[in-house]
C-alpha cells in the first residue's frame, strides 16, 4: 500500500506563484513511479496538469507549459509542482497520485493507483 499526501494549497492573486508539495510513502513505494498533478474544477473533469516518471522526464498540459514546473526528490520520497504566473482558470483541486508504471502514457490518470485527497487552489481576478 502507498501513502500519498499533498499540501501547500491556498488563495493567491491572479499572476501569483503556489507550490504544491506530495508525500509519498510505503512499503512498497520506490523511485520507479510515476508521480503526477492532477485537478478538478468544479462541474469539470479530473485532467492531468503535469506528470514526471522514474526517470524525470516531465510531461505538462498545454495550458501550463511554461508556468508550471514538476519536479522530484527521490531521496525524500517528495514530489513538487512550482506553480506561476497563476491565473483564475487554475483553480481547482490539485491531486497528486502515484502509480508504478515505467510505460509511455504516464499523464494519463489509468497510470495511477494511488491518490492524495486533495488540495484547493483560489486564484482570485
Known amino acids: 500500500q502507498v501513502q500519498v499526501v499533498e499540501s501547500g494549497g491556498g488563495l493567491v492573486q491572479a499572476g501569483g506563484s503556489l507550490r504544491l508539495s506530495c508525500a509519498a510513502s510505503?512499503?512498497?513505494?520506490?523511485?520507479?513511479?510515476?508521480m503526477g498533478w492532477f485537478r478538478q474544477a468544479p462541474g469539470k473533469e479530473r485532467d492531468v496538469v503535469a506528470a514526471v516518471n522514474w526517470s524525470g522526464s516531465p510531461y505538462y498540459a498545454d495550458s501550463v507549459k511554461g508556468r508550471f514546473t514538476i519536479s522530484r526528490d527521490n531521496a525524500k520520497n517528495m514530489v513538487y509542482l512550482q506553480m506561476n504566473s497563476l491565473k483564475p482558470e487554475d483553480t481547482a483541486v490539485y491531486y497528486c497520485a502515484a502509480g508504478p508504471y515505467s510505460g509511455s502514457y504516464y499523464y494519463t490518470a489509468a497510470a495511477y493507483d494511488y491518490w492524495g485527497q486533495g488540495t484547493q487552489v483560489t486564484v482570485s481576478s
Open positions: 510505503g512499503r512498497t513505494f520506490s523511485m520507479y513511479y510515476a
